[in-house]
């Protein structure tokens, strides 16, 4: 089974507070940790750890950033053949605030996360030939979304986009995507809805969402758990109660083990329980890439909460 990821590579520099400082507020008290990661990485790695072959698409700067970030991918078994160096810019960076209940607020200096073109894109997929699912969040430039969804449903990948950080996506981009993974703040902003308070309201961000030609939806919700929408019927996913600790990277983390579930040929719905799984054991961890589990972990996860109480 075999993965390509188009996606963001950032070193995290994470700050955890009690609370997230207001605009103009300095509060003291903080801890500095550095952490692999980016939204694309993270989905690497995630499908890499699930036990996926993984080939990593994406652009870093000629730094220390870029190196450590190419060396973790390396180790983590994710080829790397396709991750360019562009001389001229810096490895993306995130600034992550982490307060006491696990929430964060994230800032991204994208750098040369930029730098990606269409081209990179299409010269990277067509040496790596077939492969079975593409993933994409949306921290490179639209058009190279566009070649590597384009390219990926000529061959008969399947293709996840995570419209993460949310904008707004034209139909062109959205017919050749079978899987779009928003979270709930990113489905309210796509379809100009304040918030998603109610089922109710996910299930009309949903047709809205689906109206723009995406086959398949699913809309993660936190510890609210997630719905899942295939044109036809809704179905919901149970979140998985557990203690939370840093909530970075667990979007990433579900959108990448949905990839390998769809790899092994598990439904969509059974994918997106094994995800919801993976996904809640993210949260109980710190850091992105480091929080991510191994195969065998999730399997044990899933069985324990199978076990009648
Ligand atoms: O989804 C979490 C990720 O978003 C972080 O690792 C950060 O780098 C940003 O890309």
Redesign the pocket.
């Known amino acids: 089974m075999k993965i390509v990821v188009v996606g963001?590579l950032?070193m995290?520099l994470v700050v955890r507070m009690p609370q997230i400082p207001r605009p103009g507020e300095t509060l003291l008290g903080g801890v500095f940790k550095t952490?692999p990661?980016?939204?694309g990485a993270?989905q690497a790695v995630a499908a890499a750890r699930l036990g996926a072959s993984v080939m990593m698409v994406g652009c870093i700067g000629n730094d220390a950033f870029g190196r450590e970030m190419r060396e973790t991918l390396t180790r983590e078994g994710v080829d790397t053949m396709h991750v360019l160096v562009h001389p001229q810019s810096l490895t993306?960076v995130?600034l992550?605030q982490v307060d006491a209940a696990g929430q964060n607020s994230?800032a991204?200096a994208s750098g040369a996360n930029f730098e990606l073109t269409s081209t990179d894109v299409e010269k990277a997929m067509l040496s790596i030939g077939n492969f079975d699912v593409l993933v994409m969040p949306l921290?490179t430039p639209l058009e190279t979304i566009y070649t590597a969804a384009r390219i990926a449903s000529r061959i008969g990948a399947k293709v996840i986009l995570n419209p993460?950080p949310a904008q707004l996506l034209k139909q062109d981009l959205l017919e050749f995507v079978d899987v779009l993974l928003p979270n709930e703040y990113e489905a309210a902003l796509m379809t100009g809805s304040p918030s998603l308070q109610s089922v109710a309201d996910v299930c009309n961000a949903a047709q809205k969402l689906l109206l723009l030609k995406a086959k398949n939806l699913i809309v993660t919700m936190g510890n609210r758990g997630a719905m899942l929408f295939d044109g036809k019927t809704e179905s919901q996913i149970p979140a998985c109660p557990v203690q939370a600790v840093d909530s970075?990277?667990a979007?990433?983390c579900f959108v990448g083990a949905l990839a390998v579930g769809l790899c092994e040929g598990k439904s969509l719905l059974s994918a997106a329980e094994f995800a919801s799984a993976a996904a809640a054991i993210s949260v109980t961890r710190d850091g992105?890439q480091p929080s991510l589990p191994r195969r065998e972990e999730v399997i044990q996860f899933m069985n324990d909460r199978s076990k009648p109480k």
Do not use: L, W
Request: no cysteine.
């Open positions: 963001s950032n995290d952490f990661g980016g939204k993270n993306g995130a992550i994230i991204v921290e993460a970075t990277a979007g990433d992105a």
